[in-house]
């Protein structure tokens, strides 16, 4: 499965974005998907990821209640619609696949997108 992440852009503290995922591949609907961020000076981190079926979520503490993540299985798309944003959500942010139902578990994501730049300002 081939993942472009697009949807990036610069945002006012306390604005919104959302960020699209396309995949090319007709299991991309078998694959969990995670979103990713990485500021500079930091490590690669996931922010959210989801089951194939759309069912299972999960967050990381520092976005809960601020973003969502969701897919339609249909259009072989993934979404994060990231609320209430703050200037560290400021990240090149990755889409990602893994070959499981669900996982949150970096190291099983192994398709990976290029990244989209989101900037926040104070």
């Known amino acids: 499965v081939q993942l472009q992440a697009s949807g990036g852009g610069l945002v006012q503290a306390g604005g919104s974005l959302r960020l699209s995922c396309a995949a090319s591949?007709?299991?991309?609907?078998?694959?969990?998907v995670g979103w990713f961020r990485q500021a500079p000076g930091k490590e690669r981190a996931l922010v959210a990821s989801i089951g194939w079926s759309g069912t299972s979520t999960y967050y990381a503490d520092s976005v809960k209640g601020r973003f969502a993540i969701s897919r339609d299985n249909a259009k072989n798309m993934v979404y994060l619609q990231m609320n209430s944003l703050k200037p560290e959500d400021t990240a090149v942010y990755y889409c990602?696949?893994?070959?499981?139902?669900?996982?949150?578990?970096?190291?099983?994501?192994?398709?990976w997108g290029q990244g989209t730049q989101v900037t926040v300002s104070s």
């Open positions: 990602a696949a893994s070959r499981v139902v669900f996982t949150h578990t970096p190291s099983r994501y192994d398709n």
């Open positions: 591949g007709h299991t991309f609907s078998t694959y969990a």
